[in-house]
């Protein structure tokens, strides 16, 4: 069986590989949206916040519960 | 300073009495095992929806309740960027150390963060090391946290700082002692409760006052345009901070020995996980939400006596007063529940990592008793007399403390759990390396260092060389202590 901490290294450096993602989308995309169309607006909230902080955050919840629920082991190992 | 009446009063009462309630409930949990183990680490039986609650409490300290309303009334829609990366926090949090520490945590029986880092190298200097450091960084908060919290009900309550001082001391003492840290998971977790409430009740009331968020993004429009972009009024947030910031919140929260502790005391790695998808539930409606408080709070009460008052006005202006007592109890909630757990993690480093650890047998349990219920009563007694007079200094170790604990002992910790080639030289040289590069960049250039950086980004990265190189200069550890952490190790 799979030793422990080859396991959990693994789920350690995918959640930095997630983070790398989730770094890119909201800083390169908040600047990148404001850029493209500083005045615009979302349902009531500034387009980049709108599309780069809030659409992130939520894509992220279910990127947590899937990582949580489904990908990290239950650690029955040695 | 604002209308309290005695509804306000009568809530705060009844939220102090139901946190003792919780003690009192935790303590029927307890299920009499080795003292040491059940007072700092819950008996390693906390389950999921405690153990999250008391992740997220221990995390918000005071500074989320009052600190970022505040910096969200300066500097409007930037603080979203700023705040941005607890959209990934808690999975890197849980992710990066979580089940990793609490299967070592039952396998070496580590109580504390440095005896984690003492039994993998087997060395007493290490531990040592790391204990005396934590103690160092972790009273300064304490002793911050006190004054954060006193200054908020000096301004709501109108109760003298004297007062408000002694009572949070008295308050956080008496429950921590009392019940270990069962009662301050439990009562943690009932706090992060009422912080949720707290946040959601304002912000509901708040957006409705304003006429809704169009409503409040004009009104911002009309006082600076600058409030409405990422970079926030004079360049509030260029790239480099903004960048900085996605690094600190998810890693330096990470590498918090409060956290860390976290996971020592779960009930199991399936348990770990489950608490993580709740936290990260409970992030995205409480972080953007108190940014939403800050910035309606510009609309609603555009001038402040100080920026701290930034929450209490915004709540006072917008919530009915018989609800205001109930949602000012989420700021008292989030600095008790941060609190509490310092005050345990610096015990425990204290009568475990100096006493204990240092003597040819352990500690008898009454010996134990003794010297846990002295030493935490003796550091929130400490800490009582600095907050008395706060000294100048404070405000540096607050910021250097949150950063500074990551930056020293993040990488060591990874490295000393997943990488086998990673030796007692290797460690030393990474945690003093962690910890000198931070300070050097931070006495030389503030918070912007190289690229304008913050110095917690390069001492990631010193930190990590200083490990690899240590390690490779240094000795190989014993085969003995390699199998016991890697398993398929062979020499």
Same mark, same amino acid.
């Given at each position: ?78 | ?5 005695? %509804? ?11 946190? $003792? ?25 906390? +389950? ?44 890197? +949090?849980? +992710? ?6 609490? !299967? ?19 060395? #007493? ?14 009273? @300064? !908060? ?25 009572? $949070? ?9 009392? +019940?270990?840290?069962?009662? /301050? ?7 992060? /409760? ?30 600076? #345009? ?9 360049? $509030? ?28 005391? %779960? ?27 800050? /910035? ?10 100080? #920026?701290?008052?930034?929450?209490? %006005? ?5 919530? #009915? ?56 009563? @003796? ?65 030389? $250039? ?46």
């Amino acid at each position: 069986m799979e030793p422990n901490y080859r396991r959990t290294r693994r789920e350690a450096l995918t959640a930095v590989g997630l983070w790398l993602l989730a770094g890119s989308w909201v800083v390169g995309g908040s600047y990148a949206v404001y850029d493209a169309d500083p005045a615009g607006v979302v349902m009531g909230v500034p387009a980049w916040a709108f599309w780069s902080i809030l659409t992130p955050w939520l894509v992220f919840l279910v990127v947590a519960a899937w990582y949580g629920l489904a990908f990290l082991g239950d650690g029955v190992e040695r | 300073m604002y209308e309290t009446g005695p %509804a306000v009063w009568g809530t705060f009462l009844a939220y102090l009495l139901a946190t $003792f309630f919780f003690a009192w409930l935790a303590q029927r949990k307890a299920r009499g095992g080795a003292y040491m183990e059940e007072f700092f680490v819950g008996g390693r039986s906390i +389950g999921p929806w405690v153990l999250g609650l008391t992740w997220i409490a221990t995390s918000a300290s005071g500074g989320s309740f009052i600190g970022v309303p505040a910096l969200a009334h300066t500097n409007g829609y930037s603080m979203l960027l700023w705040i941005a990366g607890y959209v990934i926090s808690v999975l890197v +949090g849980f +992710g990066l150390l979580g089940q990793r520490i609490a !299967y070592v945590g039952r396998k070496t029986g580590a109580l504390t963060f440095p005896d984690l880092l003492r039994d993998r190298y087997d060395s #007493p200097m290490i531990g040592g090391v790391s204990g005396v450091a934590l103690i160092i960084l972790y009273t @300064g !908060y304490i002793v911050a946290q006190y004054v954060a919290g006193a200054r908020v009900i000096e301004a709501v309550l109108g109760v003298p700082y004297l007062w408000g001082v002694l009572g $949070f001391a008295v308050t956080v003492t008496l429950y921590t002692t009392y +019940g270990g840290f069962r009662a /301050v998971a439990w009562t943690d977790a009932f706090q992060a /409760v009422v912080m949720l409430i707290g946040v959601l009740i304002t912000v509901t009331f708040a957006i409705s006052k304003a006429g809704g968020l169009e409503a409040i993004r004009a009104g911002l429009e009309q006082q600076d #345009p600058a409030l409405l972009s990422p970079m926030g009024p004079s360049n $509030f947030l260029p790239i480099a901070a903004a960048i900085s910031f996605f690094f600190i919140w998810p890693f330096a929260g990470a590498g918090q020995p409060s956290l860390m502790t976290r996971y020592l005391a %779960a009930d199991n790695p399936a348990g770990l996980n489950r608490a993580l998808v709740l936290v990260a539930f409970y992030v995205i409606l409480t972080y953007p939400a108190i940014i939403l408080i800050g /910035v309606t709070g510009r609309v609603l009460v555009p001038d402040l006596v100080a #920026p701290d008052h930034a929450m209490p %006005a915004t709540i006072m202006a917008a919530v #009915p007063s018989w609800l205001a007592g109930l949602v000012l109890a989420g700021p008292m909630a989030a600095i008790m529940s941060t609190l509490s757990s310092f005050l345990l993690v610096s015990s425990s480093a204290i009568v475990r990592d100096m006493v204990e650890r240092n003597r040819k047998e352990s500690l008898t349990e009454k010996q134990a008793k003794r010297w846990t219920l002295g030493s935490t009563i @003796g550091v929130a007694a400490v800490c009582l007399v600095f907050a008395l007079r706060p000294p100048d200094f404070l405000q540096y170790i607050v910021v250097f403390s949150g950063t500074g604990l990551a930056a020293t002992f993040l990488t060591p910790t990874c490295l000393s759990l997943y990488w086998p080639g990673m030796n007692k030289t290797g460690c030393m040289a990474g945690i003093l390396g962690g910890f000198t590069t931070f300070l050097a960049q931070y006495l030389a $250039f503030g918070t912007r260092s190289f690229l304008d950086f913050d110095p917690f980004v390069w001492s990631l990265l010193f930190s990590l060389l200083f490990c690899i190189v240590g390690s490779l200069l240094g000795q190989r550890d014993d085969a003995e202590i390699l199998v016991r952490y890697f398993d398929d190790y062979k020499a």
